[in-house]
């Protein structure tokens, strides 16, 4: 697979990008070949492409494996593997989510949660306990609308995502509502 330069400029700011998100340069660089690419793709086109050895490319995939980003296919007569992501960028981006919630926000939460059982919790000053208990319902609370925010079908989660602003109007005219039903 031959990049062009456009091609070869969005994979190396994919690398640059999963340096930042997690994962190293290469492995990025491999994700966005795989997806810019309109087939499948095996190890053996991934090293022509990016020029990398045989063995950094199967430790690549790996790690793409492991952070669920791309699917193994398999060809009739041809024991290769090949690899492709997801057609829907939403469920690429749940994904990336998922991984890093799992990798970093969970840990946190459990953590917070511990610490509030503990004996000498009780002990804290009362802002550091007051701290905790808010940072950890903060987090609940964003985990609760990212699962909520999780199931919504792709074309209506951009929908609500198009919304923006508009949404705070909704509740600025239910306060409104409100206010009105409670003087009557």
Known sequence: MNLSPTQQ?????FGEMGARWGMNRTVGQMYAVLFLSEEPLCADELVAALGLSRSNVSMGLKELQAWQLVRLQHRQNDRREFF???DDLWDI???????????????TLTVLR???????????TEYTSQRIEKTTKMIEL?????????EIDSDRLE?????????QKVLD???KVTRIGARS
């Open 9 to 13: 400029k969005f994979v190396i700011h």
């Open 84 to 86: 492709s992501t997801p």
């Open 93 to 107: 981006v749940r994904t990336l989510v998922d991984q890093r919630k799992a990798r970093e926000i969970d840990p």
């Open 114 to 124: 511990e610490l509030q059982l503990e004996d000498d919790f009780k002990s804290s």
């Open 142 to 150: 964003l985990t609760d609308w990212y699962d909520d925010m999780r």
């Open 159 to 167: 929908q609500l995502l198009r919304m923006g602003a508009a949404a």
């Open 173 to 175: 005219f239910k306060d």
